[in-house]
């Protein structure tokens, strides 16, 4: 059966248990090599579209509850709503797009892919990410960035206070006021080619871009121990 | 990990009674906590001047005889429910709260106090929300607003007295509801029992009603004294307020627990999970979380909509 033809698969939350939503999704791609799936009635249940592999386009019809999509396998998963904490945590690969609001920790630690939160996204969004890209449409909550290590992450909104706080690597953008930076924060100046990538990937997900960015990285003063802050980690420890 | 739950009513004519709407959000709930389950519910009406009492107490008959020298007690409306005896009592001028409280829990009839108020009642037991239901039939309760909790315990005993919601003893009709861990707990009780204050539990949420008492009486309003809590309290809190002033919600400056509200102009609902809210309130709205480090008060004099 080619992707074409395939037909959607409607499953209902209502009467189905999250583990039996998963094992009928992985079953449909093992047969079909693709699932198109629509989840109706979530009502914020947890852990929905979790580890969902490759061939995978799922689409949940309203909000999803903590850790929706996470573990992410490769696979698209389009929510119709809000989100809880954990949203697509530690994904390998993959695109997650959620239409409403996202809590704590939306896209913690993932790897590769695209998160899109067209709403606000609360804190610790994009909190250790270790790749990918990470794209929201309104503002973001306290400490967004904190310790990520590589990835990018473009907030059209504002930002809250302890943005990019203790980043190893990475970029962060953002396109309204920010609030008191995290430690060791450097501000750089964008470039056009740049500019022109960012805004080429918010057309993409068709999230309005805002006129202007600033653009956020480690100032890489924490990547190694100095003597000369001994009394800085004695008064932190 | 336990669960909370506020709901405030802001249509006057309620499609369904408030305690209905707390009691399936905290089912939703249950299973962030088997250990205890309870509900605080800020009544409509009040009866001006008539405190009315919920003691806890495995005996079956009531022994008011240590609080007949504060006011008339009404023998006849005295009830028993599960592990509890409701009564009413009709101070006689200048009788603080705190002298019925000391007098019931010192005075020879060596009762726990579960709750007391003009407005407020409060039941809580061990077990689940729906053996609650089955002992105190909370979901034909009818309020303005009320909170809720499932208890999982970490550290303090497991039964009645030691449940939430608390109420903030000596504050007639005010009680809370608490997620997380008070980390100067000890440092804040020896703080308070030199001055006297006598703990109910051993339980650490206990001390949130103590330390918005002590602001109240130090002439803070409660929206005020919340927001003194952000910097008093170490550790992670999501605590909820039942007052007749309205539904107070208070997170922690790091935002260690989750919580999740929807404010409508019908409704503002609050619950550890929005799974909670959804179940309990039908219909499209936003859930958000609040801002880390906010305290925030829904007032319940809000006018219905026209």
Same mark, same amino acid.
């Given at each position: 059966?080619?992707?074409?033809?395939?037909?959607?698969?409607?499953?209902?939350?209502d009467t189905l248990a999250t583990r039996e939503i998963h094992r009928l999704i992985r079953a449909r791609v093992a047969e079909a090599g693709s699932a198109r799936v629509r989840l109706i009635h979530p009502a914020? =249940?947890?852990?929905?579209?979790?580890?969902?592999?490759? @061939?995978?386009?799922?689409?949940?019809?309203?909000?999803?509850?903590?850790?929706?999509?996470?573990?992410?396998?490769?696979?698209?998963? $389009?929510?119709?709503?809000?989100?809880?904490?954990?949203?697509?945590?530690?994904?390998?690969?993959?695109?997650? +797009? +959620?239409?409403?609001?996202?809590?704590?920790?939306?896209?913690?630690?993932?790897?590769?892919?695209?998160? !899109? !939160? =067209?709403g606000n996204a609360s804190t610790r969004a994009g909190i250790a990410m270790k790749g990918g890209t990470l794209i929201v449409g309104g503002n973001v909550g306290p400490a967004a960035g904190f310790m990520m290590?590589?990835?990018?992450? +473009?907030?059209?909104?504002?930002?809250?206070?302890?943005?990019?706080?203790?980043?190893? $690597? @990475?970029?962060?953008?953002? @396109?309204? =006021?920010? @609030?008191?930076?995290?430690?060791?924060?450097? $501000?750089?100046? +964008?470039?056009e080619a740049e500019r022109g990538e960012i805004l080429a990937l918010l057309e993409r997900w068709k999230v309005p871009a805002p006129a202007r960015f #600033?653009? /956020? !990285?480690?100032? =890489?003063? /924490?990547?190694?121990? #100095?003597?000369?802050?001994?009394?800085?980690?004695?008064s932190a420890l | 990990m336990c669960g909370i739950?506020?709901?405030?009513?802001?249509?006057?004519?309620?499609?369904?009674?408030?305690?209905?709407?707390?009691?399936?959000?905290?089912e939703a709930l249950g299973r962030r906590g088997p250990g205890g389950a309870g509900i605080a519910l800020v009544r409509d009406s009040p009866a001006h001047g008539v405190w009315q009492i919920r003691v806890s107490s495995k005996r079956p008959d009531l022994?008011?005889?240590?609080?007949?020298?504060?006011?008339?007690?009404?023998?006849?409306?005295?009830?028993?429910?599960?592990?509890?005896?409701?009564?009413?009592?009709?101070?006689?001028?200048?009788?603080?709260?705190?002298?019925?409280?000391?007098?019931?829990?010192l005075g020879g009839c060596q009762l726990h106090v579960v709750c007391l108020g003009e407005r407020l009642d409060l039941v809580k037991q061990v077990g689940s929300p729906s053996a609650l239901e089955a002992t105190y039939g909370v979901s034909s309760w009818q309020g303005p607003l009320a909170i809720g909790h499932t208890r999982m315990s970490t550290e303090s005993r497991i039964d009645l007295d030691h449940s939430q919601p608390f109420w903030a003893h000596g504050l007639a009709d005010v009680a809370t509801v608490h997620n997380g861990h008070i980390t100067n707990y000890h440092k804040l009780r020896r703080h308070y029992e030199h001055r006297g204050v006598r703990f109910a539990t051993d339980n650490d949420s206990e001390v949130i009603g103590v330390y918005l008492?002590?602001? &109240?009486?130090?002439?803070?309003?409660?929206?005020?004294?919340?927001?003194?809590?952000?910097?008093?309290?170490?550790?992670?809190?999501?605590?909820?307020?039942?007052?007749?002033?309205?539904?107070?919600? %208070?997170?922690d400056r790091h935002g260690f627990k989750p919580l999740m509200v929807a404010?409508?102009?019908?409704?503002?609902?609050?619950?550890?999970?929005?799974?909670?809210?959804?179940?309990?309130?039908?219909?499209?709205?936003?859930? %958000?979380?609040?801002?880390?480090?906010?305290?925030?008060?829904?007032?319940?004099?809000?006018?219905? &909509?026209?």
């Open positions: 059966m080619s992707t074409t033809d395939d037909p959607t698969l409607t499953l209902d939350c914020a =249940r947890h852990n929905l579209g979790v580890a969902m592999p490759e @061939g995978v386009h799922l689409t949940i019809e309203g909000p999803a509850g903590y850790y929706a999509a996470g573990l992410n396998d490769g696979s698209t998963v $389009e929510i119709r709503g809000g989100v809880g904490w954990g949203l697509a945590e530690s994904m390998r690969d993959g695109t997650v +797009v +959620v239409d409403g609001d996202a809590a704590n920790a939306a896209a913690a630690s993932i790897r590769a892919g695209t998160v !899109v !939160v =067209r290590q590589k990835g990018r992450i +473009v907030v059209c909104g504002d930002a809250d206070d302890g943005i990019a706080d203790s980043m190893y $690597e @990475g970029t962060i953008f953002v @396109g309204g =006021r920010i @609030g008191q930076p995290g430690s060791d924060v450097v $501000e750089e100046d +964008v470039s #600033r653009k /956020l !990285v480690s100032g =890489r003063a /924490l990547w190694n121990f #100095r003597k000369a802050d001994l009394h800085v980690w004695k | 739950v506020g709901f405030l009513d802001r249509q006057g004519h309620r499609p369904r009674p408030t305690g209905r709407v707390v009691l399936a959000m905290l022994d008011l005889s240590c609080v007949e020298h504060l006011g008339g007690t009404d023998r006849e409306s005295a009830t028993r429910q599960g592990d509890t005896l409701k009564f009413t009592l009709t101070p006689d001028p200048g009788v603080t709260v705190d002298e019925i409280e000391r007098a019931l829990v008492r002590d602001r &109240l009486d130090r002439g803070r309003t409660l929206v005020d004294a919340m927001a003194d809590s952000l910097d008093a309290l170490d550790g992670s809190f999501n605590y909820l307020v039942a007052s007749p002033e309205g539904l107070g919600v %208070v997170r404010e409508t102009g019908h409704f503002v609902a609050v619950a550890t999970e929005e799974q909670a809210l959804r179940k309990a309130l039908p219909g499209d709205y936003r859930v %958000v979380e609040p801002r880390p480090g906010s305290a925030r008060l829904y007032p319940a004099d809000v006018p219905a &909509l026209v």
